[in-house]
């Protein structure tokens, strides 16, 4: 009998999985297309059927259905296989033998509480959700709920499936504080579950109804959900973008199923303040927009006109510059909500919102314009402070040049004069470095990672075999060298999610006699992205030096440069050889 991930391989040809999200274009037996993972206009990612896999020759990105998926939604192992599985109509062998672990246990603890807030939902909150807008078929298909005023509710409904310690894990209860026993963490609240790309309900979000503190509160960081990289909606929004070739951001729950409501399913928010929280890493930010730049490259930001609101439309919008994508900023009224907008005016009104959204750098422009209202020395600080980094974020210089002109035209200062403020910015703020640290050929952030998961699952299954397939010791070994840890460490640092990564491990790699072979070109793969991260990082070195006219300096980056680059041609070779 085939694992479930071979019969979910047999059933869906690799072709027909990529090109529901990117165009493919056939080339002889293969096809290609522009590769999602890194940026770049003509094609270089091959997608071959009779092999059943991808090959980017830009960025190296390769893999099979399970990888794709994975890195173009940014999704675990699990959640590829889930979505894969319900694709190819395959049934998935309900997870709680003794390998139902810790992750899959809180998976099942919040699709029960997102079931029992649902059945909550009493006529008052109802009649409120209409209030705002909602209609009884989103409040549904959104399975927006009601958590009781009650403190104990939750608990008592889950207690006997679960353990405290899992009720507590999954963010549902709060422990007493210095005594024993546990509370519900959502009282008196409207619930938004929060699902992952798949689906997956992971957490939630918890408006106050009536009176109380604080108005929004969300689920915690848990094993299963990280607030800073979740993207409300996009699994219900990827269709869409992907169709209408641009995506919106909204930031509240309500702005989003309203907007989704409204015809605009092409809606995603960000889960509470997390872009206009400075405590949220650039690093987060980044991951966010880039899950939705591989769906398209348009982006139209509508967030509130307030003050939190606009901070994290500046720098949503200066990183989305940076990361190539065209960024507008939507035409709302002044002090209202896409909530409220579509709530009072309805959806004509968020369609001219929409329609005659403006490119983030010309509505930064607009605003400076009405701020300093002629005064011509204002307008020039404002243009230095307000305009100009966005025109410093943006990767190309043709772009730059199409801007400082606009600006030119607007404020009368000459272009000359402009250029020569932009190269005067102060690199001075930790965001600037960042949004500069970011490769314009960006690797996705999974790869490496993805590959040093999948040798160390292997590694830990084949460890717990009577009698192991592979030379253990040896690929070990090789670990050691290209991590340059020891491989004690290494073993400890995996055990913590082991029995997910053995369990990906025996269905990718369980049923097949090639298991020596793949394990070398994970391990040529993953010191080739070891060695790329270096060269990378002589690359910027490189440029300073060369910046700096440390001519010396320059010339022995340039030797390390090269060493580096033979390391990766002997690879290249080896690998050749193997086959
Ligand atoms: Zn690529």
């Not at 399913?265 to 939705?292: C, F």
């Not at 930001?301 to 900023?329: C, H, N, P, Q, T």
């Not at 605003?367 to 410093?392: C, S, T, W």
Request: net charge negative.
């Amino acid at each position: 009998m085939d694992s479930p991930a071979q019969q979910i391989k047999e059933r869906l040809p690799i072709e027909e999985i990529i090109s529901s999200y990117l165009k493919l274009i056939p080339a002889g037996r293969n096809f290609k297309a522009k590769c999602p993972f890194h940026n770049e206009k003509t094609p270089s990612f091959f997608v071959s059927p009779e092999r059943n896999s991808y090959y980017c020759f830009g960025c190296g990105a390769k893999g099979d259905i399970f990888t794709f998926v994975e890195e173009f939604e940014g999704l675990d192992f699990r959640g590829a296989l889930k979505l894969l599985a319900e694709r190819a109509g395959v049934t998935l062998a309900p997870y709680n033998q003794k390998t139902a672990d810790e992750k899959e246990r809180l998976y099942q603890a919040v699709a029960e509480a997102a079931k029992y807030f649902e059945q909550n939902l009493n006529p008052d909150v109802l009649k409120y959700l209409e209030s705002r807008g909602l209609e009884e078929k989103t409040i549904r298909d959104f399975r927006i709920g009601f958590a009781l005023d009650d403190w104990r509710g939750l608990y008592q409904h889950l207690k006997s499936k679960f353990t405290d310690r899992e009720l507590e894990l999954s963010g549902l209860i709060k422990k007493i504080e210095g005594k024993t026993g546990y509370y519900d963490r959502f009282r008196k609240r409207i619930i938004f579950p929060i699902t992952d790309s798949s689906g997956r309900v992971i957490a939630f979000s918890g408006r106050i109804f009536g009176e109380g503190e604080p108005k929004y509160l969300n689920s915690p960081d848990t094993p299963i959900f990280s607030k800073q990289l979740v993207l409300y909606g996009l699994d219900r929004a990827k269709e869409s973008i992907r169709k209408n070739n641009f995506s919106i951001l909204v930031e509240g729950q309500m702005d989003l199923v309203l907007s989704h409501q409204a015809g605009f399913r092409n809606t995603v928010a960000t889960s509470g303040t997390a872009l206009s929280d400075p405590a949220t890493m650039t690093e987060n930010v980044i991951s966010n927009l880039s899950l939705v730049r591989r769906l398209s490259e348009n982006i139209v930001l509508a967030f509130d006109a307030d003050k939190a609101g606009l901070r994290a439309a500046e720098r949503a919008g200066r990183i989305a510059l940076s990361l190539s994508m065209d960024v507008k900023v939507a035409a709302l009224p002044p002090d209202i909500d896409p909530a409220d907008l579509i709530a009072r005016s309805g959806a004509d009104a968020w369609r001219e919102a929409i329609r005659n959204s403006k490119h983030l750098i010309l509505f930064m422009l607009d605003k400076a314009g009405d701020i300093a209202q002629g005064d011509g020395r204002k307008m020039v600080r404002l243009i230095r402070e307000k305009v100009l980094p966005y025109v410093g974020a943006l990767q190309s210089s043709v772009e730059q040049a199409y801007f400082l002109q606009k600006i030119s035209d607007f404020s009368g200062t000459p272009a000359t004069a402009l250029k020569e403020d932009l190269e005067k910015i102060p690199i001075s703020s930790a965001e600037r470095a960042e949004i500069q640290n970011i490769p314009a050929e960006d690797s996705p952030p999974y790869r490496k990672d993805n590959i040093l998961r999948r040798l160390l699952g292997i590694i830990l299954w084949q460890r717990d075999l009577a009698e192991s397939e592979i030379d253990l010791e040896k690929i070990l070994k090789e670990l050691e060298e290209i991590l340059n840890r020891s491989s004690v460490d290494i073993l400890r640092d995996a055990a913590d999610s082991g029995e997910d990564w053995i369990f990906e491990a025996e269905v990718l790699y369980g049923a097949g006699d090639s298991l020596g072979r793949d394990v070398q070109e994970l391990l040529y793969n993953l010191k080739e992205e070891y060695l790329k991260e270096v060269l990378f990082k002589k690359a910027g070195e490189l440029e300073k030096a060369e910046r700096e006219r440390a001519p010396e300096r320059s010339r022995m980056i340039l030797e390390e440069i090269n060493v580096i680059n033979k390391e990766i041609e002997e690879i290249a070779n080896k690998r050749l050889n193997h086959k």
